[in-house]
């Protein structure tokens, strides 16, 4: 989480068109995991005057698609599908 919000204030920082902007004059929107993110972005960051989150209930995208799976909605539901989403997200999901 930590790694996401400070990669996003570097953005904010660094991007040319938004270093000229002045304080609280950027919208921030977050959506699903982004909708916590944005937050603390808006909280550390002068220039966000604006923020909206939507559908932020937390949960990873990597759940969501095994939600899926258990439910039997297609592609996830397939064998093969959840067995490359859980291999995926398993090597994501490893702290470095």
Same mark, same amino acid.
């Given at each position: 989480m930590e790694r996401r919000?400070?990669?996003?204030?570097?953005f904010?920082?660094?991007e040319p068109k938004l270093k000229v902007v002045g304080a609280r004059s950027v919208a921030l929107l977050g959506?699903?995991? *982004? *909708? +916590?993110? +944005?937050?603390i972005v +808006?909280?550390?960051s002068p220039k966000i005057g604006w923020l909206a989150t939507g559908g932020s209930g937390g949960l990873p995208q990597s759940q969501s698609f095994l939600i899926f799976a258990d439910r039997g909605v297609a592609p996830y539901s397939s064998p093969f599908s959840r067995d490359i989403f859980l291999k995926t997200f398993a090597?994501?999901?490893?702290?470095?």
């Amino acid at each position: 989480m930590e790694r996401r919000v400070s990669d996003t204030l570097s953005f904010i920082e660094l991007e040319p068109k938004l270093k000229v902007v002045g304080a609280r004059s950027v919208a921030l929107l977050g959506f699903s995991e *982004g *909708g +916590a993110v +944005a937050p603390i972005v +808006a909280l550390r960051s002068p220039k966000i005057g604006w923020l909206a989150t939507g559908g932020s209930g937390g949960l990873p995208q990597s759940q969501s698609f095994l939600i899926f799976a258990d439910r039997g909605v297609a592609p996830y539901s397939s064998p093969f599908s959840r067995d490359i989403f859980l291999k995926t997200f398993a090597a994501i999901s490893v702290k470095r």
